[in-house]
């Protein structure tokens, strides 16, 4: 471990040694230049905004889950009753025309692998035809 050494003699008087340079007697304090200012200032605005935009969406957001914004899901879960099928739940969103469509809805929205259905068994069904 080598060390610098500065000899006293070669320092001039009027002259500062570099470690003594920015330190007033005794005190030591900090000298900002006027672009350590503007960064010092830029980041205190910018910690500020962040605190005020961060406090105005938590205000804002409080009201997001109300019931008067709330859009009605397109869904609903029914129990499926012993005897009912696919195609008779579909029968009974879907008085007329097609029910191969609603049948593959439902089939979609549960993930289910083949159209049986248990009694019991809990199912989305789709609220609009």
């Known amino acids: 471990m080598s060390?610098?050494?500065?000899?006293p003699s070669l320092v001039l008087k009027s002259e500062k040694t570099p470690v003594n340079r920015?330190?007033?007697?005794?005190?030591q304090?900090?000298?900002?230049?006027?672009?350590?200012?503007?960064v010092a200032r830029l980041a205190v605005i910018t910690s500020l905004s962040i605190l005020l935009l961060s406090g105005f969406a938590a205000l804002t957001g409080a009201s997001a889950g109300s019931?008067?914004?709330?859009?009605?899901?397109?869904y609903i879960k029914v129990s499926v009753k012993p005897g009912e099928t696919l195609w008779?739940?579909?029968?009974?969103?879907?008085?007329?025309?097609?029910?191969?469509?609603?049948?593959?809805?439902?089939?979609?929205?549960?993930?289910?692998?083949?159209p049986e259905l248990?009694?019991?068994?809990?199912?989305?069904?789709?609220?609009?035809p």
Request: net charge positive; glycine share 8%; hydrophobic share 35%.
């Open 67 to 74: 019931t008067d914004t709330a859009i009605p899901t397109p």
């Open 118 to 128: 248990q009694a019991g068994q809990k199912i989305y069904i789709p609220t609009r």
């Open 22 to 27: 920015y330190v007033s007697s005794g005190t």
């Open 88 to 114: 008779s739940i579909a029968g009974s969103i879907q008085s007329d025309g097609d029910l191969r469509a609603v049948v593959a809805d439902i089939l979609e929205i549960n993930n289910l692998k083949n």
């Open 3 to 7: 060390s610098l050494a500065v000899n």
């Open 29 to 38: 304090s900090v000298r900002l230049t006027p672009r350590g200012r503007a």
